[in-house]
């Protein structure tokens, strides 16, 4: 599903010097390669702003401490999603609940969102890629970009947003990142502050929109690596665009393919069918691999139990039924023709979501 060996030998003669520049420095928090990403990839996802931080979870968690909301308030996520989503929510002091999502993808449905005196925000997450725009809502939306960056425009519907360099993201680092993005200076500063315990000078510790700081930097080597790979992000994502063209012709007839909208940066290429076990068995047999993202939508998460949920049935289908097939720009058009030949030679039943 992923081949970082592959993707560092594509960038591996600028990553490599620019590690080793880095290290000789001897400036490893913040500083100029900390600034140029924090400066090129908030441009390229379209905010005015980004404030680093070390995993794209922190990012999230920070996006919600600077929205300076009152303590235990209510956010909405959406079932399916990576447990992050949430768990950010109850790091930063606010109660996840956790609602349905759409029947034709998903997203978060702004028709059935469970509003509530209670509800504080709405974290929307762009799942696989694709926008989920939430016109119209009187609240702070929390844009989760984890897995949208590419996409053009790149979407986004509030004041904040949150994108994760986990090593497997389109851009990835070496290690973990994130970013917290904003058009605000104040904001960028604020996050920038409490991610660095609060302090505006040596041994002074400060309250930032009534929270406590803590540590969560990213750092010059991971800053440097992540430089050399936003210059092959444009052919990453056309080469993801290009896999998924040739999926969306060439699978069989009775795999569901989701909706794309137009610049969708094909983070991932997630199908629904009859017999999801069944398939991924006779994928794996024919050395195809595949991933589940996710088997278990948020509703049933263990971590989460005791918090009021409404039952999630399109989630539970969802995550009975998908199947997410290798499309990153390491596959050759052999691996895509492997995939395709051993979707075609499975018996599947007739499936409509
Ligand atoms: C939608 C979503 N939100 C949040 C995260 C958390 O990012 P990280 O793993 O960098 O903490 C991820 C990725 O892992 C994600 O896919």
């Known amino acids: 599903m992923a081949d970082l060996a592959a993707r560092h030998a594509r960038v591996a003669a600028r990553a490599e010097t620019a590690v080793l520049e880095a290290l000789r420095s001897g400036r490893y928090i913040g500083g100029p390669l900390v600034s140029a990403v924090q400066l090129q990839v908030s441009t390229r996802m379209g905010w005015a702003h980004g404030a680093s931080t070390n995993s794209g979870t922190d990012a999230l968690v920070y996006a919600i401490l600077a929205l300076g909301l009152p303590p235990g308030g209510e956010i909405i996520v959406p079932a399916v999603t990576f447990f992050a989503s949430a768990g950010a929510v109850v790091r930063a002091g606010h109660t996840p609940v956790v609602a349905d999502v759409r029947s034709d993808y998903p997203n978060l449905d702004l028709e059935r969102l469970p509003l509530r005196p209670s509800t504080r925000a709405v974290m929307a997450v762009h799942l696989y890629g694709e926008p989920c725009l939430l016109p119209g809502l009187d609240l702070p939306v929390i844009d989760d970009l984890a897995q949208v960056i590419g996409a053009d425009p790149p979407p986004r519907n509030g004041t904040i947003g949150a994108m994760s360099f986990y090593p497997t993201k389109t851009l990835g680092a070496a290690g973990d990142g994130g970013l917290v993005l904003t058009d605000d200076a104040d904001t960028q500063a604020a996050v920038l502050k409490l991610t660095h315990h609060g302090m505006p000078a040596n041994n002074v510790h400060e309250r930032v929109r009534g929270h406590v700081g803590a540590n969560s930097r990213l750092d010059a080597i991971q800053a440097a690596v992540l430089l050399a790979h936003l210059d092959d992000l444009d052919a990453r994502v056309a080469s993801r665009r290009a896999t998924a063209a040739r999926y969306d012709a060439e699978l069989p007839p009775w795999v569901h393919r989701l909706p794309r909208a137009p610049g969708h940066p094909v983070h991932q290429y997630v199908v629904r069918v009859a017999q999801r076990d069944a398939l991924r068995q006779h ?71």
């Open 283 to 353: 994928l794996a047999d024919r050395g195809v691999e595949s991933a589940i993202y996710y088997p278990i939508p948020l509703s049933r998460q263990k971590a989460l139990e005791g918090i009021a949920h409404a039952p999630t049935p399109e989630a539970d289908r969802f995550c009975a039924e998908s199947l997410a097939l290798p499309v990153h720009e390491c596959l050759g058009d052999d691996d895509a023709s492997a995939v395709i030949d051993a979707m075609r030679s499975f018996k599947g039943g007739a499936f409509s979501p």
